[in-house]
């Protein structure tokens, strides 16, 4: 990053993202996840001046810092908007690469104020990337939510081990709105030893339920795959298994000539293989990434190639 003042984020698993995407000098390359555009440096760099890069960032604040560090690109073009918009805002069958890097920027943790980070106990409980969209602060979900949706949100989105009394004692609190008072509910219920495991996993199943984290991806898997061209590659890197298990499954049903069940002896459905997988287990940061910034510890990093 730039000045010292300016927030940071290291690009995880970036030389590897850079050989699974093989760029050539005129390509269109779609960064659909911009953050603070560390990826999108390095990808510029193999771009030549007749290359392009689009990139989606929702996150207002981050998009700003964004907008003030590659405003004057020429070969960018930066939308603050959901990637989940890619389909409406471009044409299909026109870019020749596509990458997302998912989650929240080391800023979210260090910088924003919108209660990611589980240690700024005075910010509010709100979680959401895009205040001012359709999505609802962490805070009022956890007020209008029955202890049986607490529960499965807890469960199914940060599997904790201490879901049912915390969802309990959610349930029973009234006006929480600070992360301070999630983290004092939090502490009363787990010992010590598994507390920071456990809000780091609550504070996970919040933020996918606010921001709507997998429905999203799913579409977006979709749209994106639709706006490649044929030899075109996208290339995911996420950082926890209920992503990475979507990203998986789409893209081995996009390597499938045939999805009739097994008990059907002739196939019946139109299905054709639409792409190659480029990596059959996901590539994943070496030691010495990880030493150096401990983020990358749980990325992991799957491609495809359109066909
Ligand atoms: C891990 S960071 C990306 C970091 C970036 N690759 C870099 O090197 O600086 C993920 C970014 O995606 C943004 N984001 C999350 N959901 C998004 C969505 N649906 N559409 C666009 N951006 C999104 C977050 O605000 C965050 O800035």
Known sequence: MGGT???VHSPVLKQELLELLD??????????????????????QQL???????????????FSHSISRFGDEKRVKLYNQSYGKMAELLSPGTISAIY?????CS???????????????????DLRFAPGSSCEPAWQLVARSSYADLRR???SYGELRFARPVARALAL??????????????????PPHLLNKELARLFQAFRIVVNQELETLEQGLESAFHLLKPSGRMALISFHSLEDRIVKRYFRRLEKACL???EIPVCACDKTRTARLLNRSPVIPKEQEVDINPRARSAKLRAVKKL
């Not at 000098?25 to 510029?44: R, W, Y």
């Not at 030549?48 to 604040?61: H, N, P, V």
């Not at 800023?107 to 409980?125: I, V």
């Not at 609190?173 to 787990?190: P, Q, S, Y």
């Open 5 to 7: 003042d300016q927030p």
């Open 23 to 44: 760029l050539s000098q005129s390509d269109t390359v779609i960064d659909a996840t911009f953050g603070f555009g560390g990826h999108a440096k390095a990808v510029l």
């Open 48 to 62: 030549g001046s007749r290359g392009s890069l689009i990139g989606f960032e929702r996150d207002k604040e981050v």
């Open 100 to 104: 997302f890097d998912l989650g929240i």
């Open 107 to 125: 800023f979210h943790l260090d910088h924003a104020s919108r209660g990611f980070s589980f240690k700024k106990l005075q910010d509010p409980f």
């Open 153 to 155: 949100i807890l469960q």
């Open 173 to 190: 609190t009234e006006r929480l709105k600070t992360v301070g008072e999630v983290v004092e509910i939090v502490r009363n219920i787990v």
């Open 260 to 262: 009739c069940p097994p």
